[in-house]
């Protein structure tokens, strides 16, 4: 077995989150959100380029040496599938891999609230699930995806760069589709969708306001739709989306969001206690009249105060999320310091 293949296969068995391969380091994992080197010779550029090389096709290699850098998804059969970025530096190749399981995790693994699993059974708005790369965010639609294709017969089609969780028929029919393979962009890919009879969208990034505009107005005519943003909190991720359109439009977003959005999930992941696993600290924004009337008349800034006195409507801010993940002793104050630090400030802990 060639030395890429079994790197994959120890990362895995390690229960590895992510595979670093660089010019001049050894190999190294990140095991529980830390990196660790692992007990080997340091890479050479012919060795990092051979190892590149074997893992993509010929239009996937030119890509590379025109571009500088690609992604692409890559499958060991009964190890694993793997999400994988190629790309050039110093004039070396090198590799960064994600690990994606091979089975769609249900809700009930992930042990997030139930308010966010609610999301799922709606059956027209927005949903926003938030966070920096890394934070858990693939994982949490693939659990909503899977929520809905376990228990209702629907249309749903994914946008994703690229595929991560491979999605079963179960009651629902499920058309996954690749950025850069199966489709140009994700708003060339969201425009056609509104084409082909869906009733839940899942786009992998918004990342333009095309892809914003679209879909905002699939939600607005009936679909469920499921997107990301790389944005750290709920009121930021609302902001977000209404300061990518000119100064002349934003009065209207404010009223098309105050009206579609259902919720906004923010998460972060957090080392547990004993080093073994990660746990999600979660932040939930749920539209209520209230929280509508704040969005509509330029308020955001408020809409934290919203969270902290909505819990029961499973509100919660990120403050609340990890102060219950400290009582129940999964996660320790360092931990928190080290991942989540912009928030030590609100538990005391600085």
């Not at 750290?232 to 300061?243: G, H, V, Y």
Request: proline fraction near 4%; hydrophobic fraction near 40%; charged fraction near 20%.
């Amino acid at each position: 077995m060639s030395q890429i293949l079994e790197l994959l296969q120890d990362a895995v068995s390690q229960n590895a989150s992510d595979l670093h391969l660089t010019v001049g380091s050894p190999p190294v994992f990140r095991i529980a959100g830390e990196l660790r080197v692992q007990q080997s010779e340091s890479l050479r550029a012919e060795k990092t380029e051979a190892m590149v090389r074997e893992l993509l096709n010929a239009e996937q290699w030119q890509h590379l040496v025109t571009t500088g850098e690609i992604d692409f998804s890559f499958s060991l059969p009964g190890v694993s599938r793997f999400r994988m970025n190629a790309f050039r530096q110093r004039g070396c190749y090198s590799l960064a891999v994600r690990m994606v399981p091979t089975h769609v995790p249900s809700f009930e693994s992930l042990g997030l609230p139930s308010v966010i699993r609610a999301f799922a059974d709606r059956q027209q708005g927005l949903v926003l699930v938030t966070g920096p790369t890394g934070s858990g965010k693939s994982t949490t639609l693939a659990a909503l995806i899977d929520a809905i294709n376990q228990t209702q017969k629907r249309h749903i089609i994914t946008l994703e760069d690229p595929i991560e969780y491979l999605h079963r028929h179960e009651r629902s029919v499920i058309d996954q589709r690749e950025v850069g393979i199966d489709t140009m962009s994700f708003a060339q890919g969201l425009r056609a969708a509104l084409r082909q009879d869906p009733d839940v969208l899942l786009v992998g990034e918004m990342r333009d306001l095309e892809t914003m505009t679209t879909a905002i107005t699939a939600a607005e005519t009936g679909h469920l739709v499921f997107a990301t943003l790389h944005t750290p909190d709920a009121p930021q991720s609302i902001d977000r989306m209404i300061d990518v359109f000119p100064p002349g439009q934003q009065q209207q977003i404010r009223f098309q969001l105050a009206s579609v959005i259902l919720g906004v999930v923010s998460q972060r992941l957090i080392p547990t206690v004993d080093g073994k696993s990660r746990v999600a600290a979660s932040e939930i924004l749920v539209n209520t009249p209230a929280v509508a009337n704040l969005i509509r008349s330029e308020k955001v800034h408020q809409i934290r105060t919203a969270m902290q006195t909505g819990k029961m409507y499973g509100m919660q801010t990120m403050e609340m999320s990890l102060r219950e993940l400290l009582q129940s002793k999964r996660i320790s104050e360092a931990q928190i310091r080290q991942y989540a630090a912009e928030w030590a400030s609100g538990l005391s802990l600085l």
